[in-house]
């Protein structure tokens, strides 16, 4: 029967291959930093990381590293049990109250991954009478976590606050007993930012509840980096905020709900991402205390990561790259075609500086870019190299 199976699938990676859409996986042979070892044509070189989510350095600070081996040495290595068998530490427990005293949320619940955070929540709160109403920009986590609930489902425009109250109109008169709208706070494809003020004076006025998926926020973004809902102001109205550790909050792995006590408190009852899976091994929750510890002691890694953003994106418009708008630590650089983001990535791993090519269906046809991501461990030499990089590789594009 595989025969055939094999034959099939063969095509279809050829076909994705032909495309320039295949997505290599580099190995790096040293701790995630900003600068790595990755194999480059079989032959492993020293090249500046600029293509991982480590925001504020933490994957290898010191502190944490040394939290993760006392944590071993206290807690063991893993759970091996779900958390309302015999799955949960006292360690779990302070990371949940941490974390929900440092979103403003009266509680939190963890789960293996931010991916499984927003697996869980729809499918728990809304059923058939309810509705959901979706950015069309959001993660692919919210996609597939609003498919397994029975909810009827409303998408509206990035950002669109007409098109938003459009949508809450239609739910509305549709008789909808529940209405949730969900967006990322930061869209990771773009770096912008959504208007969570006006999303939440919109929920207000049409009784709905506001979710944000804050992945590419919380750490650092806001002035204590609490996340957008800091950033805006509206830390008070948001009613959901998932997340994830496995990026500005030290990089391991692992997800979370910060809601309301009720919230929390029926998804610890029903969530299947949660009651059906392994929580966070402790090691990595102990760690998530230390970083938290880091973020509310000094904010020199926020100040480090806005510099060397602000530099990068003026750098690289004045030599006439065509950068996203906005101030966030991700900085888009728009090419358009996929193979040519493809082949200027391979020319720029030459150069020294790591970045990743993304195209189709990663984001919409026609708009391949190479999405580089700054990080408070580079210098202002590795950004002025990383910008001259870009220029080398443009030019050996041309030739």
Known sequence: MFTSVRDDLRATLEEIRAAGLHKPERVIDTPQSATVNVSAGGRPGQVLNFC??????????????????????????????????????????????????????????????????????????LGEQDAVISDALNHASIIDGIR?????????????????????????????????????????MDGYVAPLAEICDLADRYDAMVMVDDSHAVGFVGPSGRGTPELHGVMDRVDIITGTLGKALGGASGGYVAARAEIVALLRQRSRPYLFSNT?????????????????????????????????????????????????????????????????AELLL??????????????????????????????????????????????????
Request: some cysteine.
């Open 52 to 125: 991982a989510n480590n925001y504020l350095g933490l994957a290898d600070h010191p502190e944490v590293v040394a939290a993760a081996h006392e944590a071993l040495d206290r807690w063991g290595y893993g759970m091996a049990s779900v958390r309302f068998i015999c799955g949960t530490q006292e360690v779990h427990k302070e990371l949940e109250s941490r974390l929900a005293a440092f979103l403003g949320q009266e509680d939190t619940i963890l789960y293996s991954s931010c991916f499984d955070a927003n697996g869980g929540v729809f499918e728990t709160l």
């Open 148 to 188: 397994l609930s029975k909810a009827r489902r409303f998408r509206y425009a990035n950002r669109d606050l007409a098109d938003l109250e459009a949508r809450l109109k239609e739910a509305t008169e549709g008789g909808a007993r529940r209405k949730l709208i969900v967006t990322d706070g930061v869209f990771s």
């Open 280 to 344: 966070l091994a402790p090691v990595i929750a102990a760690a998530s205390l230390k970083v938290l510890d880091l973020l509310e002691s000094a904010d020199d890694l926020r100040v480090r990561l806005a510099e060397n953003t602000a530099l990068f994106r003026r750098r690289m418009t004045d030599e006439g790259f065509d950068v996203l708008p906005g101030d966030h630590a991700i900085a888009p650089v728009m090419i358009g075609d996929a193979a040519e983001a493809a082949r200027m």
């Open 350 to 399: 030459e150069r020294g500086v790591y970045v990743i090519g993304f195209s189709y269906p990663v984001v919409p046809q026609g708009q391949a870019r190479i999405r580089v991501q700054l990080s408070a461990a580079h210098s202002t030499e590795d950004v002025d190299r990383a910008v001259d990089a870009f220029v080398a590789a443009r030019a050996a594009l041309a030739v």
